[in-house]
């Protein structure tokens, strides 16, 4: 997708035509992430989409997103310094994904005040930062540590990040690159070596190059030049790319719009949801296995370190039978030749110059050593299993995930139990509610995340009937007993739904565990979806998907 600088460059020209001199009147964010600024310019509202999501946009919407019930603490931010503001000017930073919102406000005394929003779409370290007149971030909507190379923290001096490893694409050094290079490897080189371009955008100038017998950065100026006549690119009905011009390196069915934020708006409309669900379900899934690998990594470490000091035993043995043959060890003997006390069997014991009691207590030292270090190492090792326990666990939550609410909501489990740095500061919680379906009039419940699961079993009646599959990581079901015993028919489809949402949705005849609710019990400090029930009984079915909630 070419949502780089080259076409944030158009999108900035473009808002800075239908938005300066705007007031903004409307503030809103619809979740952590995502802003809505209304803006009346030219006797008309305009809806300022800003999202810095797994897919991060910045654009005019005509499909806001309504704002959550209790306003987020950045959105009182910029309600306080910016709302009422009006807007003198909209810039790109030059060959960067950057937008600047230039705007002219009022402060408690009425005295006129500048600010800047910048709006960074620069994927997992995408962010919104308002400045002052001096430069200064008053606040962000993440918020990035001193241990970052570049940190964003209220009273620092906004800087905006620069690659020093890069060159703009107008640069002069940019023509060298074509020099030696296959023409269809060119476009990857060139989003290595340049600054801001998306591989569809230099495939173009690249293109631009070879037909017109032009460097690179003159076919950059030439594309740069090109006027605004926005493009979408359709694959099978389905919208896969925009540009703010139609690129003739692009052969894919195409529909003209009047505006590069109209063309935004229908890629995103029409793809952007299933892209950002599938990129932040991609981001989650690589932590998660990160995570595996890491806590794998440590209990085979744990057992090699077990194993060589399983024989803590043998230690003090030889120390005993060092004591107990002391009268028989000389002076200037290498070994001790004794029978094992518990096999029979002659064991020889290696000496040191040492005494025979100095040799002894070596042994009975390296007992109490080993012993000490096989008790630790069985408390981490039990530890490590059961963060596997839970991490495979949240794998399954996110094979079951079904919209990118379900996503963030097992993401911000993950920050929760430290497995995922929090991007920022905590904005309020996604909003997600569990799966809910209708059979022969009792309501089940499926939860989508651990956390879930322990809010649905925690709020559940006691004589409500539990459900888990046995033996594989899944949600936990509720189904509502409405103090009587459910049917039969019943307790077997929400087995078929317990099977569904588990590592084991395409096996057949599944085992699912069922009790009372009053019968399942979560220990203090038990990772989230760990509990322990009592009283189940077994039923044996094979998953099947559910119809609509």
């Given at each position: 997708m ?5 076409n ?6 473009e808002l800075?035509g239908?938005l300066s ?5 409307k ?7 995502t ?11 305009n809806?300022l989409l800003v999202?810095?999501?797994?897919s ?5 919407t005509a ?12 959105c009182?931010h ?6 009422g503001g ?22 408690d005394?009425?005295?006129p ?6 709006v960074?779409?620069?994927g997992?370290?995408?962010?919104v ?38 060159f703009?694409?107008v640069?002069e ?10 023409p269809?490897e060119l476009?990857a ?7 801001g ?16 017998d032009i460097?690179?950065s003159?076919?950059c100026?030439?594309?740069?030049a ?6 979408v690119y ?8 925009f ?7 692009v052969?894919?069915?195409r529909?003209?719009?009047d505006s590069l ?11 952007g ?6 990129a ?5 899934k690589r ?6 690998s890491?806590q ?18 043998h230690e003090?043995?030889f ?9 028989r060890?000389n ?26 009691q100095?040799?002894?207590q ?24 059961r ?5 495979e666990?949240?794998?399954a ?8 609410s ?15 740095r ?18 022969e009039?009792y309501?089940?419940l ?8 322990d ?6 009646r006691g004589?409500?009937?539990w ?12 189904l509502k007993?409405k103090?009587?015993?459910?049917p039969?028919?019943a307790l077997?489809?929400?087995?078929s ?5 588990s590592?084991a949705r ?15 019990h ?5 990772a ?6 009592f009283?189940?009984?077994t ?8 119809e609509?909630?």
């Open positions: 070419p949502a780089d600088a080259i944030y460059g158009k999108l900035a020209e800075h239908k001199d705007g007031r903004i009147d503030i809103i964010m619809s979740d952590k992430t802003l809505v600024l209304r803006i009346r310019a030219r006797g008309k509202n809806d999202t810095a999501a797994a991060p946009r910045c654009f005019l499909n806001a997103p309504k704002g959550t019930d209790v306003p987020l603490s950045f009182l910029l309600r306080k310094h910016i709302g009006v807007i003198s000017a909209v810039e790109a930073l030059p060959f960067e994904r950057i937008l600047a919102f230039r705007i002219r406000s009022r402060g005394l009425g005295e005040l500048a600010y800047t929003m910048y960074e779409i620069m997992k370290y995408s962010n930062v308002l400045t002052d007149g001096s430069g200064k971030i008053t606040d962000a909507l993440k918020h990035v540590g001193f241990e970052e190379s570049r940190p964003i923290m209220p009273g620092l001096v906004f800087s905006p990040p620069r690659d020093e490893t890069r703009d694409p640069d050094r940019a023509d060298a690159l074509a020099s030696g290079c296959a269809d476009p080189v060139m989003v290595n070596r340049l600054r371009l998306s591989a569809v955008t230099a495939a173009e100038i690249a293109n631009i190059a070879g037909t017109n460097g690179l003159a076919a100026r030439k594309l740069l090109r006027p605004a006549d926005p493009v359709y694959d099978g009905g389905k919208a896969k790319d540009s703010f011009c139609p690129f003739a390196s052969t894919a069915e529909k003209t719009f934020s109209e063309a935004m708006d229908e890629y995103y409309s029409s793809a949801a299933g892209d950002e669900k599938s932040a379900l991609t981001a989650a932590a998660v296995n990160a995570a595996l890491k794998k990594k440590k209990l085979a470490g744990f057992e090699r370190d077990l194993a060589s000091a399983a024989d803590y035993e003090r043995m120390g005993e039978l060092i004591t107990a043959n002391i009268y060890i002076k200037g003997d290498t070994a001790l030749v004794a029978d094992d006390w518990y096999s029979g069997e002659k064991v020889t014991i290696k000496l040191t110059e040492n005494s025979p100095e040799n002894a070596k042994h009975f030292k390296r007992y109490q050593k080993k012993k000490r270090t096989v008790v630790s190492l069985s408390e981490q090792k039990a530890e490590t299993e963060a596997i326990d839970y991490l666990s949240v794998d939550a996110l094979d079951c995930a079904s919209s990118l379900d996503v963030e909501a097992i993401t911000e489990e993950l920050e929760g139990e430290g497995y995922i929090t991007q920022g500061m905590r904005r309020g919680k996604t909003v997600s509610e569990p799966r809910k379906y209708d059979i009039g309501t089940v499926v939860g989508k995340s651990n956390v879930q699961n809010r649905i079993t925690k709020e559940a004589d409500d009937i459900l888990h599959v046995q033996g594989f990581h899944g949600s936990h079901v509720i007993s103090g009587k015993e459910p039969r028919s077997l489809r929400a087995a739904l317990a099977a569904f949402f590592k395409l096996s057949e005849n599944v085992p699912v565990d069922y009790t009372h609710v009053k019968d399942v979560k220990k203090r400090g038990a989230p979806g760990k509990v322990d029930y009283g189940a009984k039923l044996y079915v094979t998953p099947e998907a559910p609509k909630e």
